[in-house]
């Protein structure tokens, strides 16, 4: 008896070491990533600073192609999105996992990396995610802060999309664009089917 006990518990624990290490490499969905975020009742002094002195309405006005052109209004509707903090190491978008959101810059820097390596960099006026959330697909690269924190703006698929269904203009922009995105992909793809496609860079634009 005291030896089947002998052979099982390594088995046991074989198998749960397995399981677990599985469970830890699955890519994390967006809604799983925010409970690393600094939400306004955690906010320093200095970080009430600096949401003050930043201009949302202003970099999504400069830096969001979808929005170009929108009547002012649906875009101080779109920068009544989540405001937050988040600190270095901090994980927005992971690789290989659901993306629901986009997220503008108001100060710090990000990186984008693919496979671990990194293809890209992210400032104050820029935003990211925005091909993954609309096309309801998996993110291809990993977006992470890199500066000791930075001050973001979170635009959630519901809330991206309720707002632009008032715009026909702008939705109209944005099929077009998405269109030509994949037809940009599927040329690099036939080039060179070596090469990462577009559609797996990062989506980011300057404000």
């Known amino acids: ?5 002998r052979t099982q518990w390594p088995r046991f624990s074989s198998w749960r070491g397995n399981h677990m290490a599985s469970c830890e490499q699955k890519p994390r969905p967006t809604d799983e990533l925010e409970f690393a975020f600094l939400h306004e009742d955690s906010w320093t002094p200095e970080m009430w600073r600096i949401s003050g002195a930043v201009d949302f309405y202003r970099i999504l006005e400069e830096g969001c192609f979808l929005v170009e052109g929108a009547a002012p209004q649906a875009i101080t509707q779109l920068t009544a999105g989540l405001k937050m903090f988040a600190t270095k190491g901090t994980v927005l978008i992971e690789q290989g996992a659901e993306n629901s959101a986009v997220y503008a810059v108001g100060q710090g820097l990000l990186s984008v990396k693919v496979n671990g390596v990194q293809v890209g960099a992210i400032g104050p006026g820029q935003i990211v995610g925005v091909y993954a959330m609309l ?73």
């Open 135 to 207: 096309k309801k697909t998996n993110a291809s690269a990993t977006v992470t802060v890199e500066s000791d924190y930075a001050y973001l703006l979170q635009l959630r698929h519901g809330h991206f999309m309720a707002i632009l269904d008032d715009n026909p203009d702008v939705m109209a922009r944005m099929e077009m664009i998405l269109h030509q995105r994949e037809m940009q992909n599927k040329a690099a793809q036939m080039v060179n089917p070596t090469n990462m496609p577009t559609s797996s860079q990062p989506t980011y634009v300057k404000g």
């Open 1 to 5: 008896r005291s030896g089947l006990g």
